[in-house]
Structures are given as structure tokens and as C-alpha cells.
């Protein structure tokens, strides 16, 4: 049984930062993308980050500068390091692992930026 566990979500003050966790289980976690998306509401799903198998990462024009996603193949999670964060970035943040057409999601974690 796949599982994907999202943590580190919380109210912080625009120019914070948090880090997000996602703890993964029932996959083989070095063979698989990680991405972190993000929904807020009334707004479409949006792709925030992702890490490839090798490491290889990409990020949102939103995002770049601020988010930085990494993960350890030891413990089988991937992270989100969120600085200088705004009130735009506030939304449920999700954790997926990728490979080929398959996709696995968790239950998302919520970021709130506000004063």
C-alpha cells in the first residue's frame, strides 16, 4: 500500500519561512519524481516543484528563488523549503511520486501566509 504523508504545514507571517516534509512508503522512493503542487481556493492545481530520480529539479516562475525541493533517498522523503514566503503562496500544499503514467498523491498539508 502506497503511502505519502505531508508535514510542516502551518500560519506564518509573510516574509516567513517553513519546511515542508512528505514521508513516502509502499514504493521503491529512488526510482520516482517527486513534485510538490499546490491548490488554493478557487484557483487550478499548480505545479511548485519537482526533483527527478537523479536529482534534477525544476520549479514554477512563481516559486524560483524562494522554494527549494530536495529529498533523501535514505529516509524516503522529500522536502520544500519555503522562504521569504507571501500571502500568494498560501494554499494546500500536496506531495505526488511520479513514474511513467502512474501517480500517487497525498492528502496535503496547509500553508496559510498571512498577518
Known amino acids: 500500500q502506497v503511502q505519502l504523508v505531508e508535514s510542516g504545514g502551518a500560519l506564518v507571517q509573510p516574509g516567513g519561512s517553513l519546511r515542508l516534509s512528505c514521508a513516502a512508503s509502499?514504493?521503491?522512493?529512488?526510482?520516482?519524481?517527486m513534485e510538490w503542487y499546490r491548490q488554493a481556493p478557487e484557483k487550478q492545481r499548480e505545479l511548485v516543484a519537482d526533483?527527478?530520480?537523479?536529482?534534477?529539479?525544476n520549479y514554477a516562475v512563481s516559486v524560483e528563488g524562494r522554494f527549494t525541493i530536495s529529498r533523501d533517498n535514505a529516509k524516503n522523503a522529500v522536502y520544500l523549503q519555503m522562504n521569504n514566503l507571501k500571502p500568494e503562496d498560501t494554499a494546500v500544499y500536496y506531495c505526488?511520486?511520479?513514474?511513467?503514467?502512474?501517480?500517487?498523491w497525498g492528502q496535503g498539508t496547509q500553508v496559510t501566509v498571512s498577518s
Open positions: 505526488t511520486a511520479k513514474i511513467g503514467t502512474r501517480a500517487h
Open positions: 509502499g514504493i521503491i522512493f529512488r526510482l520516482y519524481t
Open positions: 526533483i527527478s530520480s537523479r536529482g534534477s529539479t
